[in-house]
């Protein structure tokens, strides 16, 4: 899912704490990369490490315009791991990972200040 760039938009309906609590958002680490030629639009083919509790999940990610495939192995990234699977293509994606829209529409993923494990959950 990629969402047009609207820094000037208002905050979204409001929600409880519970609903916050059932978007299960993880740290994981980037393990492997690769083309995805077959996407409507330009993206990667991604295999994120979420450690022992959620394992190695795959993800197809529209993040070529700022980031190389050599960039973002090992990277650590944000990624919401408890939304159903999804059909893009032949592919199936299993997580959502994160980031913003710049200026152009074209995603920015946001970092870590510290190192922390993955499988980390954001709260």
Known sequence: MHLDFD????????????????VDMRIGEIVDI???????KPSYKVKID?????GVKK??????????????LGK???AVVNFPPRQIGKFMSEVLIMGFS?????IVLFSLDKNVP????LH
């Open 50 to 54: 979420f450690g022992q509790g959620v």
């Open 7 to 22: 820094p000037n938009s208002p905050v979204q309906e409001e929600i409880t704490f519970n609903d916050f609590l059932k």
């Open 118 to 121: 993955n499988g980390s959950r």
């Open 76 to 78: 650590k990234i944000v």
């Open 102 to 106: 710049d200026q152009e529409n074209n």
């Open 34 to 40: 690769s083309d995805f030629p077959e996407a409507r």
């Open 59 to 72: 993800s197809s990610a529209q993040i070529t315009h700022h980031y190389s495939k050599e960039d973002l």
